[in-house]
C-alpha cells in the first residue's frame, strides 16, 4: 500500500517568528505545524522550562486528595499505594511512594500481577489490603474503572484516593454519555468533564508527580526530592505515548536533563547495561531501549522487579537487577517475533484482509505479549487491530487503533461481551469468558465499524518541500531546538521531487539498510540513507522502472528519478559533523 503525501499548508507570519526568536522560517512554519499560533507558545515551545509547568492545583479534586492524604499522614494511618505493571504505572508508584517515605508517612506499594490479579484494582487486593491494616489506597495509572471494589474498600473501612488518566467509564442516557465516577474520597483524573487542567493527555506518573509537587508545598521537605521524581514522570510521558505537545513536551523535555545527571542508582545500572551514555539520554532511549526493559518484567514477570531495581540504593545489586530486565526484554523480543509472525499467518487463513477490524486469537501466546503484538500488526496494515489471548481465567487482550478509529468508544458499544475493559482513544486491554465472544467481537466490531478506505492508508505529513542543497549544518542544529521528538511531535519531515538515484549499497550486519548515491535535479551530487528494508526500495524501482530496475541500481548504477520525503540530522563522528538525510517515503 503506497503512502499518502500531504503538505502542510498552514498559516503564519513565519519571518515575524523566525525574527524574534532568532530561528529560521523553515524552523518557525514546522512549529506552526505543530498547531502552534501564538507567540507565547512558540516561546514556549522552544524555550519553555519548569516554571511554564502548569499548577497542580488545577486538577479537579486536588484539593480534596491532598486533605486526605495529610490528614492520613497526621493519623499515623498505614497508606497503600497500587499501581499498574507497565512504565507509566511503575514510575508512578515509585513517584508517589518516594514522595510519600520522604513526608515521613508510613506507605507501602502493591502492583498486581498482569496474569493472577489483570489490570487495575480487583477484590483480593483490597482484602489483602484490610487485612494489612492498611487505612489509606493511593491508585495510580488505574482506579477509574473499580467503582466496585472501591465500594469494597469502603465498606471495609479502607478510604481510598484514585489518581488516573484514562477514559471515564460511561452509560448512555438519552443519546448522551453519563459519567459514572468511582465512589473514592477524591478522584484526580484529568479526563473528567468537570476538569478544568489545560492538558487532558497527561500520564499516570505525571498525575502522581502533580500530587507530590501539591503536597511539597506545604512540606518544604518534598522539594528536595522533586527533581529525581521529575525524571520518572518524563521518561513515563513517554513510553506511554503521550503527545509531546504543551505542558508534557516541557516535562518531558526538562525530565531529560535530569535522567542525564540521575542519581538513581536502577536508572545508571539500566543505562549502562544496555551501552548507553547517560549524557546523551533522549526520548528516543526511553521509548525505544530503557522503557522496554521496565515493561518486560511486568509482561513475563512481576513489575515488582522493575520497582525494586528504581528503589536499589546499591550499585552492584542494581547492575545484577539490571541485567535480569535486559535478559527478560531480549526474551521477551523472540516471543513478540514468533507472536507477530502466528498474528500474519492468522489474517491470511481467516481471510481478514476484507475486515475494517482486526480480531485475531492466538491462544498459546504469553497474554502480555497482546498489546505489543497488536502494535506491530497496526503498524504493518494499517488497521485497528485486537490480540486475544488466553488467560488462566478466561480470555484476555489488548487493542491498538489508528487515528480514525476511538476504540474505547467502539468497545463501549460492545461492552456486553467484556467482563472487564479500559483504555483510551488508541489503546485498551478487555477480558471475556470464553472463545464464543472472539467470534462475536470481530462480527459485532466490523458490523458497527464506520471507517472507509481512505482511513487504512497510511498518510505522510510533509512538513516543508525544501530542495535537499537547502539544508545546511546551522538548520539541522535549529532542527535540535525541536527536540524532543515523539507522539504529537515528530521528526520534521523534508519532500524534493525528482531526486535521481546513482548507485546503491547495502550495509549493516545483516544488510538491512541501504546508502545512495543521488543527483539532485540542481546538479548537486550528495548521499541519502535508507533504514528501511532495501528490498522496499528494489521493489518501487522496479514498479516504475520495470523489473529489474533496483537490482541493477545495487549491482552496476543507473539513473532513476524517484520523489523523496526525508529527514535532515546531523551525523557527528570522530569529531567530524557531517549532515545526513534519511529516506522515510519515496515513489
Known amino acids: 500500500m503506497k503512502d499518502k503525501w500531504l503538505v502542510a499548508a498552514k498559516k503564519a507570519d513565519f519571518n515575524a517568528w523566525a525574527e524574534e526568536f532568532g530561528i529560521s522560517p523553515v524552523i518557525a512554519r514546522i512549529i506552526r505545524n505543530r498547531e502552534i499560533t501564538q507567540k507565547e507558545d512558540v516561546r514556549k515551545f522552544l524555550y519553555g522550562d519548569r516554571k511554564d509547568l502548569y499548577s497542580p492545583w488545577l486538577l479537579k479534586d486536588m484539593d480534596l486528595a491532598i486533605k486526605v492524604i495529610t ?19 511503575i514510575c508512578a508508584s515509585y513517584i508517589l511512594t518516594k514522595g510519600l517515605e520522604l513526608l515521613g508517612a508510613s506507605v507501602d506499594t502493591a502492583i498486581p500481577h498482569r496474569i493472577h490479579d489483570g489490570y487495575g484494582l480487583n477484590d483480593q487486593l483490597i482484602r489483602d489490603a484490610a487485612e494489612d491494616g492498611i487505612g489509606l489506597i493511593i491508585t495510580c495509572d488505574n482506579g477509574i474503572a473499580a467503582a466496585d471494589q472501591i465500594k469494597l474498600a469502603r465498606e ?6 484514585v489518581t488516573d488518566h484514562h477514559e471515564i467509564p460511561y452509560v448512555m442516557e438519552n443519546g448522551e454519555k453519563k459519567a459514572c465516577l468511582p465512589p473514592a474520597l477524591a478522584v484526580v483524573d484529568p479526563g473528567r468533564e468537570d476538569d478544568q487542567y489545560p492538558l487532558r493527555g497527561i500520564c499516570g506518573a505525571a498525575i502522581a508527580y502533580k500530587v507530590i509537587q501539591a503536597l511539597s508545598e506545604s512540606f518544604p521537605i518534598l522539594s528536595e526530592g522533586i527533581e529525581e521524581l521529575l525524571e520518572f514522570a518524563a521518561f513515563a510521558t513517554v513510553c506511554d505515548v503521550m503527545e ?121 501466546v504469553h497474554e502480555s505479549l497482546a498489546g505489543i503484538i497488536a502494535g506491530r500488526i497496526r503498524e504493518h496494515f494499517c488497521h485497528p487491530v485486537f490480540v486475544l489471548t488466553k488467560g488462566e481465567d478466561g480470555i484476555k487482550g489488548s487493542g491498538r487503533s489508528i487515528e480514525a478509529y476511538h476504540m474505547y468508544d467502539a468497545m463501549t458499544e460492545v461492552k456486553h461481551l467484556f467482563t472487564k475493559y479500559g483504555g483510551h482513544k488508541m489503546a485498551a486491554g478487555l477480558s471475556m469468558a470464553d472463545e464464543e465472544d472472539v467470534k462475536r467481537l470481530r462480527s459485532e466490531l466490523n458490523m458497527r465499524c464506520k471507517l472507509t478506505n481512505d482511513d487504512f492508508v497510511p498518510v505522510i505529513h510533509i512538513d516543508v518541500p525544501m530542495p535537499i542543497g537547502y539544508a545546511s549544518m546551522e538548520l539541522a542544529k535549529q532542527l535540535e531546538l525541536l527536540e524532543p521528538f515523539g507522539v504529537g511531535n515528530p521528526k520534521p519531515l523534508f519532500a524534493q521531487k525528482g531526486i535521481c538515484f546513482l548507485s546503491g549499497v547495502a550495509f549493516g550486519k545483516k544488510k538491512q539498510y541501504a546508502r545512495f548515491r543521488i543527483r539532485t535535479p540542481e546538479g548537486e551530487i550528495g548521499e541519502m540513507i535508507y533504514f528501511g528494508e532495501p528490498e522496499k526500495f528494489v521493489a518501487a524501482l522496479d514498479e516504475k522502472y520495470g523489473v529489474g530496475s533496483g537490482q541493477k541500481l545495487f549491482a552496476e548504477g543507473g ?16 569529531g567530524r559533523d557531517e549532515l545526513q538525510f534519511i529516506i522515510q517515503s519515496f515513489c
Open 71 to 89: 490528614d492520613a499522614k497526621q493519623k499515623g494511618l498505614r497508606i497503600r499505594v497500587i499501581g499498574d505493571y507497565d512504565v507509566d504505572g
Open 156 to 161: 471495609l473501612g479502607i478510604g481510598v484516593v
Open 244 to 364: 509531546l505537545r504543551d505542558e508534557n513536551r516541557v516535562l518531558v523535555k526538562e525530565g531529560i536533563k535530569c535522567l542525564r545527571k540521575t542519581k538513581n542508582q536502577g536508572l545508571k545500572a539500566l543505562i549502562d547495561v544496555n551501552g548507553l551514555e547517560q549524557e546523551s539520554i533522549s526520548a528516543y532511549h526511553l521509548g525505544f531501549v530503557l522503557g522496554p526493559c521496565l515493561n518486560a518484567t511486568g509482561r513475563l514477570d512481576t513489575a515488582q522487579k522493575a520497582l525494586s531495581l528504581l528503589r536499589c540504593t546499591d550499585r552492584f545489586t542494581a547492575v545484577e537487577a539490571a541485567r535480569e530486565l535486559k535478559d527478560l526484554n531480549d526474551s521477551r523480543k523472540n516471543l513478540t517475533s514468533e507472536g507477530v509472525l502466528k498474528a500474519i499467518d492468522q489474517i491470511s487463513a481467516q481471510q481478514m484482509e476484507g475486515d475494517k477490524v482486526y480480531v485475531i486469537y492466538l491462544p498459546e
Open 559 to 574: 539513473e532513476f528519478k524517484m520523489d523523496v520525503v526525508y529527514q535532515l540530522g546531523r551525523n557527528t563522528y570522530k
